[in-house]
């Protein structure tokens, strides 16, 4: 008996990257700059806005390079303590 094979498709499998960075901080820091672009109401905001958004992207598009996942990755790094203590469980059998 043959063993059955499935396809794995790669773009079933890939991370879901907008505009070469990952999706929800591409899209949030989208929105910080349009938000700082029409509430502004100036020219300087206005170029300051694009300025943000030009090099948060520039960024994101790196970071999304390097690791599709590299947010959450950071995130969970984050949580982690700084120094867990030597200690056995008390099921633990010598």
């Known amino acids: 008996m043959a063993l059955t094979r499935t396809p794995i498709y790669r773009a079933t499998t890939r991370s879901q990257l907008l505009l070469g960075g990952e999706r929800t901080l591409v899209l949030t820091i989208g929105m910080l700059a349009a938000i700082l672009i029409f509430s502004g109401g100036t020219l300087l905001t206005g170029v300051f806005g ?4 030009a090099a948060g992207m520039f960024v994101l598009r790196r970071m999304g390079k390097a690791d599709p996942d590299m947010s959450r990755v950071y995130m969970r ?3 982690y303590a700084r120094y867990y203590p030597a200690r056995s469980r008390p099921t633990c059998q010598r």
Request: no cysteine.
């Open 50 to 53: 694009v300025f943000i958004w």
């Open 77 to 79: 790094h984050v949580k």
